[in-house]
Each structure stands twice: as C-alpha cells, then as structure tokens.
C-alpha cells in the first residue's frame, strides 16, 4: 500500500504520548499527520512528521486537513488531563475534551473516515471496587476529566450505530516512561505528574517533591498507581489500529501492568535508579484523586494480543531519567 494511503491522522501528536505515538507510526510504515495547537505538546517533539498547527474544532482547518489528506484513521490524544485542574475549570475540560473531539469526529466522518482510536483513562471507572479493575467494573467517575472521557465514551457507542464507525477505547492508567532511545520524553509545563517530579527533584531542578495525601487507605497512606510504559501504551495503539482497520468493532480495554505502587514507593524507586536524595514533604490531598488505580489488562492481551514490553517500575524511571539527563546535558 502506497505510503499516501497508509496516512494516520494524529491529534495532540506534538504532546507526550502523541508524539511518541507518531515515532511508533514511523516504524510500522504509516504516514503521521500531527493536528496540535500546541497549548500543551511541543513542536520539536513531532520527529518525521507534517506538523499542522491547530485546533481541533477548527472547522475551516479540518476542511482543508481532510480535503489534502486521504487518512486511514484518526487517533485522539488531545484531551485535558488533570484531575485537579477539571474540577477547578470543568467547563474548560468538557469544552475541550468533550465538544472539540464532537467536531473532530463530525469531519472524520463527513468525509468518509470511520476509524477512531481514543485515549481513554481509568478516571472513568472512580473510586475501585475490587483490587483490580477490569471493564466491567461500574463506570462512576468522581471528576470532571474521567467524566468527560466517558461521555465521549458514549457518544463512540452511538456513532458506531449511526454512522458505521469503527473504533479503539483504550484506558490508560498512568502513563510513564520515555522513548528507550531517548529521543522524546516527558515535559509538561507545569508539570503534575510524579515521576517526572521526582526526576526534576533528582536532576537538581526542583528542591523537593510534594506528597498530596498520606492518609489514604492503602498500606503506607500514600495513592497507589499502576505505571504503563508510553511506549506499550503506543504498541496497543498500533495493534488496536491493525484490529479495527480488519473490521473489528467496539475495542474497549485497559492498558496497564496489573502492578501498583505507592507515591512512596515511587519515591524508593527513583532513589535507587537516580542514586540521588529526593526530599519529599507532606501536602493537601487533592480533590479528585481515588486511593487506588490497578489495571487488569486481561482482554487487552485476549483482544489485541497485547502485553506491555517494560513492565518493570525501575526501567520505565531509568528511560525517563535518562531522557531527563540528556535534556539538563543539552540545556546546560
């Protein structure tokens, strides 16, 4: 197949998992067409790829973007994706997470495009119910962020109905990590995210990391999380992608190793990783946060044949470490 016809529109592609998404794409021979705004992502991060600067309910820009491009399918990474941040400013969250990605899917299929994968999250499951969550487990998100995936969730299942679409849910737990070959990594700005914190803590860029919550109901008080890899998180994507372009319909799984760790085990981690000090003080819980997120990813291994590659907490530090090292190296 012509490269022209293997083009895979990427939205949100110049952020963290998007960008590593588009060199995932590189290497399996399709053709990346990144659509971010750049609210978030960076544009040195899009390596190989047409980058077109945007908004995704920019109807005139995806008029031209699907009129110049005959794309195989659409892949979503353009959410909002802090918790504490949606229950602030949840208008912001469901007008972009909810009525952006409505206009997106409006032009897709419009002109002819009907396969869809999304970035979905555990935030839409809430507080667990068991130890593990699978997804069957009652869909009962306590933010505005999970509540807003979900009601895209839904809104897949109708256009499936209506409009024959074809598309990949997959629910992340906590994405984490870097490129192995440290290319790309993660930068959010300001960054919220744990091990990233941690990492800058390491590298000498912050004085220490902010424990938000430490009477939570698990072993040691602190939030326990199940890390996935970003790098098996794009694998599931390009295996979800190959599933639904052979006509398999409704993909809806986790991605996650089945592992959890505390905040404070963590912070263990990247000690023995970095062999650096990492000073941790107590803070205010935030609202928002369940106690405890751990995957079950049983049918993302039965319907993809997916498994992640770098399920060991301390690789996935020591690829972010090493991104984190080389960027302090390249900066300085």
């Given at each position: 197949?012509?490269i022209?016809?293997?083009s895979?529109?990427?939205?949100g592609?110049a952020?963290y998992?998007?960008s590593?998404?588009?060199?995932g794409l590189?290497?399996?021979g399709y053709?990346?067409?990144?659509?971010?705004?750049l609210?978030?992502?960076?544009a040195?991060?899009?390596?190989g790829?047409?980058?077109v600067?945007?908004n995704?309910?920019?109807?005139?820009?995806?008029?031209?973007?699907?009129?110049a491009?005959?794309f195989?399918?659409?892949?979503?990474?353009?959410?909002?994706?802090?918790?504490?941040e949606?229950?602030?400013?949840?208008?912001q969250?469901?007008?972009?997470?909810?009525?952006?990605?409505?206009c997106?899917?409006?032009?897709?299929?419009?002109?002819?495009?009907?396969?869809?994968?999304f970035?979905?999250?555990a935030?839409v499951?809430?507080?667990?119910?068991?130890?593990?969550?699978k997804?069957?487990?009652?869909?009962?998100?306590?933010?505005?962020?999970?509540?807003?995936k979900?009601m895209?969730?839904?809104?897949?299942?109708?256009?499936?109905k209506?409009h024959a679409?074809q598309?990949?849910?997959?629910r992340?737990?906590?994405?984490a990590?870097?490129?192995?070959?440290?290319?790309i990594?993660?930068?959010?700005?300001?960054?919220t995210h744990?091990?990233?914190l941690l990492?800058?803590?390491?590298?000498g860029?912050?004085?220490?990391?902010?424990?938000?919550?430490?009477?939570?109901p698990?072993?040691?008080g602190t939030?326990i999380?199940?890390?996935?890899h970003?790098s098996?998180?794009?694998s599931?994507?390009?295996?979800?992608?190959?599933?639904?372009?052979?006509?398999?319909?409704?993909?809806?799984?986790?991605?996650g190793?089945?592992?959890g760790?505390?905040?404070?085990?963590?912070i263990?981690?990247v000690r023995?990783?970095?062999?650096?000090?990492i000073?941790?003080?107590?803070?205010?819980f935030?609202?928002?946060?369940?106690?405890v997120?751990v995957?079950d990813?049983?049918l993302?291994?039965?319907?993809?044949?997916w498994?992640?590659n770098y399920?060991?907490?301390?690789v996935i530090i020591?690829?972010a470490?090493?991104?984190?090292m080389?960027?302090?190296?390249?900066?300085?």
């Amino acid at each position: 197949m012509p490269i022209k016809s293997r083009s895979v529109l990427v939205v949100g592609g110049a952020g963290y998992i998007g960008s590593h998404m588009v060199l995932g794409l590189r290497n399996a021979g399709y053709r990346p067409v990144v659509l971010d705004n750049l609210s978030k992502g960076h544009a040195d991060a899009v390596i190989g790829a047409e980058l077109v600067v945007g908004n995704m309910d920019d109807s005139r820009l995806l008029t031209k973007l699907f009129a110049a491009n005959k794309f195989l399918a659409v892949m979503h990474f353009a959410s909002l994706i802090e918790v504490a941040e949606s229950v602030s400013s949840p208008i912001q969250y469901y007008k972009n997470n909810v009525t952006a990605t409505l206009c997106l899917l409006e032009h897709m299929l419009k002109n002819g495009v009907n396969h869809f994968i999304f970035s979905s999250s555990a935030a839409v499951y809430g507080d667990p119910r068991t130890r593990r969550m699978k997804e069957t487990h009652p869909l009962m998100p306590i933010n505005p962020y999970g509540r807003s995936k979900l009601m895209v969730e839904g809104i897949l299942k109708d256009l499936e109905k209506s409009h024959a679409l074809q598309y990949a849910v997959l629910r992340y737990f906590n994405a984490a990590g870097a490129d192995p070959e440290g290319r790309i990594g993660e930068r959010h700005s300001p960054e919220t995210h744990l091990i990233p914190l941690l990492l800058q803590v390491a590298a000498g860029l912050r004085r220490s990391i902010t424990i938000h919550g430490n009477h939570y109901p698990t072993p040691d008080g602190t939030c326990i999380r199940d890390y996935v890899h970003v790098s098996d998180i794009c694998s599931a994507h390009l295996m979800a992608l190959q599933a639904i372009l052979k006509g398999k319909k409704g993909i809806v799984c986790n991605l996650g190793t089945g592992k959890g760790y505390s905040v404070l085990q963590v912070i263990n981690a990247v000690r023995r990783v970095t062999g650096r000090n990492i000073m941790a003080v107590n803070g205010n819980f935030r609202p928002g946060d369940a106690a405890v997120l751990v995957a079950d990813a049983t049918l993302a291994k039965e319907l993809l044949n997916w498994k992640p590659n770098y399920a060991d907490l301390h690789v996935i530090i020591q690829h972010a470490w090493s991104y984190v090292m080389k960027s302090v190296y390249m900066e300085a």
